[in-house]
Nanobody
Framework: QVQLVESGGGLVQAGGSLRLSCAASGRTFSNWGMGWLRQAPGKEREFVAAISWRGGTTYYTDSVKGRFTISRDNGKNTVYLQMNSLKPEDTAVYYC???????????????????????WGQGTQVTVSS
């Protein structure tokens, strides 16, 4: 059974930083594409960042490029999201998600689709005050 557990959320002032972690269970974690998505109140869930199974390729939505960094440690079954220069508009519940078959990523931006992911964590709240 696959389990994803996020941690590291909290309240931070604008301009501050947070580091989210997602610990995964599952023997084939190193084969999965991993993503971070977020959902603000009253809005649809949206893509934030994704990373390929070996970590060699990363993807970001335009609004976080240059501020957020996704990384992974396959030895620890963990994926991270380092968030710097946070803005109030980054306030949302952040979800870690796993895509057990990331082969479609090669042919298009499937990594950005909410429906592409097979497993989800429970989410962690990030609140950025102005």
């Amino acid at each position: 059974q696959v389990q994803l557990v996020e941690s590291g959320g909290g309240l931070v002032q604008a301009g501050g930083s947070l580091r989210l972690s997602c610990a995964a269970s599952g023997r084939t974690f190193s084969n999965w594409g991993m993503g971070w998505l977020r959902q603000a109140p009253g809005k649809e869930r949206e893509f934030v960042a994704a990373i390929s199974w070996r970590g060699g390729t990363t993807y970001y939505t335009d609004s976080v490029k240059g501020r957020f960094t996704i990384s992974r440690d396959n030895g620890k079954n963990t994926v991270y999201l380092q968030m710097n220069s946070l803005k109030p508009e980054d306030t949302a519940v952040y979800y870690c998600a796993a895509d057990v078959d990331m082969s479609p990523w090669i042919s298009g931006s499937y990594y950005s689709r909410v429906g592409e992911y097979d497993y989800w964590g429970q989410g962690t709240q990030v609140t950025v005050s102005s």
